[in-house]
């Protein structure tokens, strides 16, 4: 006959259950500590001291918000860019986005903007499998060839995709798209904080790789 199981008594379960949330949010802390310290040399808010290279990638977000009121992250993100471009600090720009539903298509909405903006149409690369920051800094060099690069987004973002890039011993530095205000990002900052977790988690112990690469793509300048 089996042995019936005694239940863990409630004081055991909560003090593992703080011990394993106390480690969960260790890490989270640590992870973002490490980022955001070891790409601080590489970032900058200055287009006329950030250094000159070919080629920039330009990271995705939707055009629109929900409700469809314009999104920020998207309008900064394309001053940024036309600005870093009409400077003479970047040639070339790759817009990389999401494009996993026919409707929605982060890379073109960027190409239209940006065009809008007085880049021209021929100095612009879509990458529509720009998933996530990782497919997009590691298919900007297994796919597009780039070993030199300027990352163009806000701040938070630019952390992470610079830790990427320099996991991959990449050359990268990032440009500081405008701040959102607080108000309209708090979702958004705090849910940068599990991505960076997340980040070094793919990077360090899943080995995590893109959803597409696909055939090299040549940038011409």
């Given at each position: 006959m089996l042995k019936k199981l005694k239940p863990i008594p409630l004081k055991k379960t909560f003090k593992w259950s703080l011990i394993l949330f106390t480690l969960l949010a260790l890490s989270i802390i640590l992870s973002n500590y490490w980022i955001i310290k070891s790409?601080?040399?590489?970032?900058?808010?200055?287009?006329?001291?950030?250094?000159?290279?070919?080629?920039?990638?330009?990271?995705?977000?939707?055009?629109?918000?929900?409700?469809?009121?314009?999104?920020?992250f998207f309008k900064y993100r394309i001053e940024a860019a036309a600005q870093l471009y009409k400077s003479g600090k970047i040639k070339h720009i790759i817009v990389s986005g999401d494009n996993s539903r026919k409707e929605y298509d982060e890379a073109t909405d960027m190409r239209e903007a940006l065009v809008a903006k007085g880049v021209p149409d021929s100095s612009i690369t879509q990458d529509y499998a720009g998933f996530r920051t990782l497919d997009s800094m590691v298919r900007c060099l297994k796919v597009f060839g780039q070993t030199k690069i300027t990352v163009i987004s806000q701040r938070f973002h630019n952390e992470r995709a610079v830790f990427i890039g320099n996991?991959?011993?990449?050359?990268?530095?990032?440009?500081?798209?405008?701040?959102?205000?607080?108000?309209?990002?708090?979702?958004?900052?705090?849910?940068?904080?599990?991505?960076?977790?997340?980040?070094v988690l793919d990077l360090y112990l899943f080995s995590k790789q893109p959803k597409f690469l696909g055939a090299k793509v040549s940038i011409k300048l």
């Open positions: 790409t601080k040399a590489q970032i900058y808010s200055d287009a006329s001291l950030i250094p000159e290279n070919d080629v920039a990638i330009l990271l995705g977000a939707s055009k629109t918000l929900q409700n469809g009121s314009e999104n920020l996991f991959y011993k990449m050359e990268v530095v990032a440009f500081n798209a405008k701040d959102v205000p607080d108000t309209f990002s708090l979702k958004v900052r705090t849910r940068e904080h599990f991505a960076k977790f997340k980040a």
